[in-house]
DNA sequence: TTGACATGCAACCAAATAGTTGCCTATAAG
DNA sequence: CTTATAGGCAACTATTTGGTTGCATGTCAA
């Protein structure tokens, strides 16, 4: 769990235009700069802004392919964040559900 | 669904006070602005303005009573966002989960 | 009624944020 | 080699944010 940042993820998605860049990385992964700048009213700076935010908090992952950056979506720190603060507000109702669901995830390997 | 601002949300939970705000209501719920300010190294009026954009966000009710204005934590929103925007970075592993999880809270009543 | 206590309201300030423009570097292609 | 393309870096700006101080209002208790 090192480098794994709370706060920062917490920040990186309590922007609207950085969580609209997740999304686009959810509908299509490894996508470049360029094209994640397709139909935004930003500039390519801007974008790069955002996408460096999501990298810093380790919500996106960078490969570079030449002179191109392709940019992968990391579900770790979402999942993390899941784990050990959002699951605390439904443990009441969710608590019988919370074994099953490692008991699965175990057996699914990943 | 009204008054449902997932945007709102996102931007309180993006600061580390209004979380442990959160953490505290969580521990002892229905507490006193006086309460909360207590060992924080702030200003009551700043945690006052904490606890107006957590109650904006709607993660917070609050209900007066006589001079003292109580507060309590409302898990809706933070479930909400984990059940549209979270889980479906998740989906993979636990698209098996999401239907139990529906037939579960049905089945509990609330 | 008077004083203490719980909270609200408003003005103000410093720092962080989201965005811009302009220019530089590196890779690919003709 | 030259040019177009993909992206990085830095300076600057406006707005938002987190915090402060000072004062006003409403409620409980003596």
């Not at 940019?71 to 608590?95: G, M, Y």
Request: glycine share 6%; hydrophobic share 40%.
């Amino acid at each position: 769990m090192i480098g794994m940042n709370d706060d920062a993820v917490f920040r990186a998605l309590a922007d609207a235009s950085r969580r609209q860049l997740l999304d686009r990385l959810y509908d299509q992964n490894g996508q470049t700069l360029g094209e994640l700048c397709q139909g935004l009213e930003m500039t390519r700076q801007a974008v790069a802004k955002h996408l460096a935010i999501l990298e810093e908090a380790n919500l996106v992952s960078v490969q570079w392919q030449g002179r191109e950056k392709l940019h992968f979506i990391n579900p770790v720190p979402i999942n993390h964040i899941a784990e050990r603060w959002i699951n605390k507000f439904e443990r009441r109702q969710l608590s019988a559900l919370s074994a099953l669901k490692k008991a699965l995830e175990g057996d699914s390997g990943q």
